[in-house]
């Protein structure tokens, strides 16, 4: 049972163009989240989906940044015209139910250049 | 304005003793909690979960203990071993409105166990 995917697993980006980052949950999960590491500091909750949903999505910033995970396929966190402060480790975690634990993937580490 | 706290950004124990973990939280409304550990490069690996129904959980050599009055946790590993020595989460989620579902981590504590 394959874990969680994310990929790619480094990714660079020049200030004002797009990042795609790709998760795809465990076998069986139907819940999505996506945390955001910066240097030094603890993982910070962004957003919570569910299939064709964004059930909380919080801690996303307001501009720029958007994430969705359809019917088909793996969940995309979209982050528009990137700038140096977005640089940082982006983590997926699924689960099969609410509250239970989350199992992580590897993380997308996005440098802006 | 930070609801889970690890306040000790790092720890060092000899091989064999115990390694004593430390969390708190503010928020009341928290209702099951989670420890994590993470190696450099890798997503972070669920340990241990606690449900504020409960005051112990125990899962082989980790135990977390919940003081609801206190609004503490910790974890307890023991024996301690090489192996453990990563960055450990605590994490904490509240069964209400909007926030339902997502985890509140704290900084981390990096534990290093010396052979």
């Known amino acids: 049972n394959a874990g969680v995917m994310q990929n790619p697993r480094h990714l660079v980006r020049r200030r004002g163009q797009e990042a795609r980052l790709r998760c795809s949950p465990m076998?069986?999960?139907?819940?999505v989240y996506w945390y955001r590491q910066l240097p030094e500091e603890g993982l910070k909750f962004m957003v919570y989906l569910q299939k064709e949903n964004i059930i909380d999505e919080s801690g996303m910033p307001k501009e720029r940044f958007s994430a969705e995970f359809p019917k088909e396929g793996p969940s995309i966190l979209r982050i528009q015209q990137v700038v140096r402060g977005d640089s940082a480790a982006y983590f997926c975690a699924s689960s099969r139910q609410l509250n239970t634990e989350a199992f992580f993937g590897q993380g997308t580490r996005l440098t802006v250049v | 304005d930070q609801q889970v706290k690890q306040n000790s950004p790092s720890l060092s124990v000899q091989e064999g003793r115990i390694s004593i973990l430390n969390c708190d939280y503010t928020?009341?409304?928290?209702?099951?909690f989670l420890w994590y550990k993470k190696y450099p490069a890798e997503g972070p690996t669920f340990l241990i979960s606690?449900?504020?129904?409960?005051d112990k959980n125990e899962d082989g050599r980790f135990t977390v203990f919940l003081n609801k009055s206190a609004k503490h946790l910790s974890l307890h590993i023991v024996p301690s071993q090489p192996g453990d020595s990563a960055v450990y989460f605590c994490a904490a989620s509240a069964n209400y409105g909007g926030s339902q579902g997502n985890l509140i981590f704290g900084k981390g504590t990096k534990l290093s166990v010396k052979p």
């Open positions: 928020n009341s409304m928290f209702d099951y």
């Open positions: 606690i449900s504020s129904i409960k």
């Open positions: 076998k069986g999960h139907s819940h």
